[in-house]
């Protein structure tokens, strides 16, 4: 099956712990992104990446970082000093025809 | 102003009735336009894609845009039960700028 695969799909975190969140895509898409989706709130823009071992800032990258070290793979890491990290965080890659925009299945983190 | 708008609803129809969606937006450099369904829990799918003014059909969905008014619409015929999930508009200027509607949750009762 082709497509953008993020891992896990449900994650309990202790406060002031990291985790990472896994995306991989084989699309061969250049640009992906990282959404946090929040109830009444929409999609906002954690980080995206246009290019290998480039990434930007979104609206709300506070408390999170990425890395891009292969075009497949657009890892998530949600750190410590984030202050409210408990939401559905979606992955998205974009490219082909028209540009299409592709979601990964989401994974929920959950602060315990 | 919004880069895109998209009313949040609920919408609520019964079984079989025409599910109307629509959204605006503001920034003219937008050429490609999406529309997606999300369940519950779940990544959204990408329903429809289209990116020239006018009407395009798959099966019982209608994606309609309107460039000229800023304004994108989403039809869906004979609604079913299964149809109920949040749709969300999407699009794109072509160089990876994205916006997002918030999602329109729309229930069908059978």
């Known amino acids: 099956d082709g497509g953008i695969t993020q891992s896990p799909k449900y994650l309990f975190r202790k406060e002031g712990q990291n985790v990472t969140l896994s995306c991989e895509q084989n699309?061969?898409?250049?640009?992906m992104y990282w959404y946090r989706q929040d109830p009444g709130q929409g999609l906002r823009l954690i980080y995206y990446s246009q290019i290998v071992n480039d990434f930007q800032k979104g609206d709300i990258a506070e408390g999170y970082s990425v890395s891009r070290e292969k075009k497949e793979s657009f890892p998530l890491t949600v750190t410590s000093a984030q202050k409210n990290p408990t939401a559905f965080y979606l992955c998205?890659?974009?490219?082909?025809?028209?540009?299409?925009?592709?979601f990964g299945e989401g994974s929920w983190l959950t602060v315990v | 102003q919004k880069e895109v708008e998209q009313d949040p609803g609920p919408l609520s129809v019964p079984e079989g009735a025409i599910v109307s969606l629509n959204c605006t937006y503001s920034?003219?450099?937008?050429?490609?336009f999406m529309w997606y369904r999300q369940y519950s829990r779940k990544g959204p799918e990408l329903l429809m894609y289209?990116?020239?003014?006018g009407n395009k059909e798959d099966g019982r969905f209608t994606a309609q845009v309107d460039k000229s008014s800023k304004y994108i619409s989403l039809f869906i015929r004979d609604s079913q039960p299964s149809d109920s999930a949040t749709y969300l508009c999407?699009?794109?200027?072509?160089?990876?700028?994205?916006?997002f509607g918030k999602g329109n949750q729309v229930v069908v009762i059978p």
């Open positions: 920034n003219s450099a937008f050429q490609y």
């Open positions: 289209t990116y020239s003014s």
């Open positions: 999407a699009m794109s200027d072509g160089n990876n700028r994205l916006a």
């Open positions: 998205v890659g974009q490219g082909g025809t028209g540009n299409t925009i592709y």
């Open positions: 699309l061969n898409h250049d640009a």
